[in-house]
């Protein structure tokens, strides 16, 4: 069995830690980088280096913090609890990034350098003797994230360009649209110049041809979106999208390629279709951040080992944010961070409150519950008002609705895929084949014989209600089946409750009621043991399996369809209905 | 038909600004408003007022942010988008709340004010002069959130102790523990000194006794926690769990009650048990930032238009937040923020990934994907150098496999819900039906009577793989059933064409090719328009109801297993197993 949710929910969450700008548009800095953190189900810290009034058209003003504030918010963090990742983004000036550099060295944690030098918009965010002061950072960097800009800037790249004579077109001109072979000598560059431990230069500034890659086919490794291996060859995957086909009219050679370097070795290129979109603000920090989680999340030997899989899911989630945006601002708008979750329908049993699906199903409509667990029929029963006929007639219709149940639990066996289910139902329908010789003696006591008992026609609410449980159980899952079982279970195990408590209220009465036996069964030991146990099993299979708000809907809807089909119930006996 | 998911992700999320401080530990300030709105699926910004260098056992410095500057920042947001609901929690000094104060009284959104004055840990974040002063921002103010302390620091509550002659026991202690009477005069007294439409008393200061709650009951509407009703009485849903009765025993008189107060007037008292838990880092922020999402989120008429729900939604995710949190920290831990999301298993269909379902079942194993479509028996077919006997075993075999599959397809007509589905599900029998004449035709042709057909008994592989269709399809639900029929489908239209690709490329012949018929029908348009839509149909059903990591791991279950069988398939043909 899977482990329970419950357990899942209390694991300490990763800490990671981004050293950061702020964007008070929320689509870069911190901001952006504490919305992928949580995306990531991480939990984020930060501490700034600088505010910026900015919005997706530009950024108007900087604030710098000062440096001392810089480390004295490091190290309120530090001394609290050490992150997993830092991710250090925005470094604003020197004095920062010295200050900085000096805390890094002393911690044992695994540090992600974004060097945001110019905004998406254009603005440049770190001076040129801040630059140089880099240097003094990266002995403790372990992964580095620039772009084709920020690496020609650090790598001072003019110098490299001498190498490409052989094949340069004689063109002075050294333009950020680098082609392949341009790409990999920089991004080794880097991973050289930087030390850093790997090098992921990122590529969007460059248009790549699908023949160059075709060309380095073999020699390196090549990620394609969405795969591992090469689904090139799959049709189906392509060619029943418009929209595909468009972009692969328009932009087959318009690919984006991420060149990972490690240790001065080209790892491999991640390769990725251009998504042509105006949301692009604060995908460097996103990209960073997201490498920073899941690197984090992924289970490590130690902080140099790593794998395709984190930098792959990375990116593969900073495209689905560009790709899910929808506009916002007047000029580069955010991205979609929030893309990968879902709201959860119920909130997580906690002890607090452990059984959040049955307190939601019953409060989801309570005057309908009430209406049958408090129903004219049990509060008479209660009593020992009730007309002995109307138990009669009820008692009757209940043995044919038992015999409906207890296949209905047979159905469930049938659909288990365990065999702890397997016996779980099986032994439920055991028990309500014992449970129908209450419902034998009662009638004896009447003077009604066995036969009489089976050959009694089946009320038309009687047959409404089994006939319905059976035919939710046939048609839909387990789960499906479980609920239309469950109302009746519940419920039962609630009159057998709140007559007890009526009794103690002096409100009904045991001693001398005709319908002793019946209430004794429905708050036995026995009866209640059952009822719980069928309620821990409703919800750690809801726990494990979060229901959509559709299949949320669809088991409310079955589960009030019981509810009123049961109501129906005592009122058939009440009066007497055929 | 619900709208598909594609659309409700493109919608606009709603913009909520939050104006606050930053806690560089993450769990207070504008980190844990970003977070609240991120779990609320809205879109957060944020106006820095002062930055704390803080972590959960205190704050150890605070850097102001210049009044300009907070300006500068607000104008770079609201000139580029206007948020619908502001939320204002640290505002660090007097003059950061007068320059706010000025520009709020031009901006027709809902704002929020939660006066931060004192830290969890005890620290003072806002002066003398500052309290002074907020008396300005009061009319921009719609809904106010202060707790105890803060209620009684702004209205100056000695003054009103004077009320209390009657009920005081004479003692000159005015301490925070207010009963629940003072309570209702400091919240409506409250109201009046800030002029703000709601004020919320958050009352997480004093215990109050159940006793005076129904005191009061049929006075004022009391909301009790997980409910609007009175569900006091419902036994199950407290009877069953030993957290609750030792809760209840512990603390059934340890009750948390916040009063909601509009124009003058008692609204509504919600009661909840007290927490206990050291987690409560940044309950203040999180619980007004809830109430900007819910404010955001729920249709309203107008700015002043509010319901119940609104607080309610807010307080129980503030509940919930601290009931899942687990220890961060050495001191007061954060707020699990997070506890409403779970991770999304696949990434929303956008435009640029429209089929991100099938994407992941083909690459979750592409190699068994492949050795089923690109199978030696499609291979040699496409070639035209088959043996006939394999093809004629082959099409014997799957005239069996048909019948089921159409049963299959009748099955799916019997547990749909919509006559959409019915029609749909009984079209493709139909057409299942048709399309076995071909292999009536093929048989013909190669001398084998329609008797004999009829006859020929099913092979293990044939019935290994269509019973196991029929088993999965009645077993599970819709999805299920849906699950184990479309490899079928989308692995012929693979099929159909990848062959006709290979006929291009000169790997294939048609022309003279004894399966021609064969290999025209399955990459023919009236096929290849039931894969579409096959394919359409699952990503639908997926992307409406997205599955959970356990039902994503069934699903694809299902779908591994029908590619290995329908491989073993092709092998049948080949090796003319029986």
């Known amino acids: 069995m899977a482990p329970s949710k419950l357990s899942l929910e209390s694991r300490k969450k990763h800490h990671i830690l981004t050293i950061a700008g702020s964007d008070s548009s929320g689509g870069a800095g911190i901001q952006a980088d504490l919305k992928t953190i949580e995306a990531f189900g991480c939990y984020g810290s930060s501490v700034l280096t600088g505010l910026t009034a900015q919005n997706t058209q530009g ?11 810089v480390v004295q918010q490091l190290k309120s963090v530090i001394s609290d609890d050490i992150p997993t990742c830092i991710k250090i983004g925005m470094l604003t000036n020197a004095s920062i990034i010295k200050s900085i550099a000096k805390e890094l060295k002393n911690l044992n944690t695994i540090n992600i350098l974004d060097p945001v030098m110019i905004s998406t918009s254009g603005h440049t965010l770190l001076p040129e ?40 077109n004689g063109s002075n001109n050294v333009n950020n649209n680098l082609n392949l072979e341009e790409m990999i000598l920089l991004a080794k560059e880097t991973n050289l110049k930087t030390g850093a431990f790997t090098v992921l230069l990122k590529g ?23 795969s591992d291996e090469d689904s090139d060859d799959i049709e189906v995957l392509s060619l029943f999208s418009k929209y595909i086909e468009i972009q692969q009219q328009q932009h087959q050679d318009n690919l984006v390629v991420d060149i990972l370097v490690n240790k001065g070795e080209i790892q491999c290129l991640f390769v990725n279709k251009k998504i042509e979109s105006k949301n692009t603000h604060g995908t460097g920090c996103t990209l960073s951040t997201a490498i920073a989680c899941t ?53 997580p049993p906690t002890k ?90 009662y009638c004896e006591s009447f003077g009604i014989t066995l036969e009489e008992l089976e050959k009694t026609p089946e009320s038309a609410p009687c047959a409404a209600y089994a006939r319905y449980v059976i035919d939710v159980g046939t048609q839909g899952d387990l789960l499906d089946l479980y609920m239309s079982v469950a109302s009746c279970l519940v419920g039962y ?48 299979r809801v726990a494990e399996n979060p229901p959509s708000e559709t299949r949320l809907t669809q088991l409310t809807h079955i589960w009030h369809e019981c509810v009123r089909l049961e109501s129906a119930f005592w009122e058939m006996g009440l009066k007497l209905q055929k």
Chains 1, 2 share one sequence.
């Not at 950024?59 to 504030?69: D, I, L, M, R, S």
């Not at 969007?204 to 969405?226: T, V």
Request: net charge neutral.
């Open 295 to 347: 690197y984090a999340t992924e289970s490590r030997e130690g902080p140099d080992d790593w794998n395709f899989r984190m930098f792959k899911r990375a990116i593969a989630y900073t495209q689905s944010a560009i790709a899910s945006a929808t506009p916002f601002g007047q000029g580069h708008g955010p991205l979609n961070h929030s893309h990968l979750s879902v709201k959860r329908t119920l909130p």
């Open 129 to 168: 003797d801040a630059i140089e002061a880099l240097k003094e950072l990266y002995p403790s960097i372990n992964h580095f994230t620039p772009n084709i800009p920020e690496a020609i800037k650090l790598t001072n790249y003019s110098k490299l360009k001498s190498k490409f004579n052989s094949t340069s």
């Open 352 to 441: 607090h409150n452990p059984h959040p699906f049955l307190s939601h199903l019953i409060q989801s409509n309570l005057p309908l519950w009430k209406s049958y667990v408090q129903h004219p029929f049990v509060v008479q029963l209660g009593k020992g008002t009730l007309p002995r006929e109307c138990f009669e007639h009820y008692i009757k219709q209940d043995y044919h609705y038992l015999k409906h149940y207890a296949r209905a639990h047979a159905l469930g066996a049938y659909k288990a895929d365990s065999f702890e289910d397997i016996s779980a139902f099986t032994d439920i329908a055991s028990h309500v084949a014992r449970e129908s010789q209450m419902h034998v003696a």
């Open 204 to 226: 969007g500034h460059s248009s790549i041809k699908r023949q160059e890659l075709l060309n380095l086919k073999g020699k390196y490794k090549i990620i394609w979106e969405q």
């Open 59 to 69: 950024v108007q003003a900087v604030h710098e913090v000062p440096a001392e504030f």
């Open 493 to 540: 195990g609630e009159v057998g409750l709140w007559l007890k408590k009526q009794v103690d209220k002096g409100e009904a009465v045991l001693e001398g009621n005709l319908y002793k036996r019946w209430m004794e069964d429905y708050s036995g030991k026995d009866f209640l043991n059952a009822v719980e146990r069928g309620i821990e099993n409703l919800e750690r």
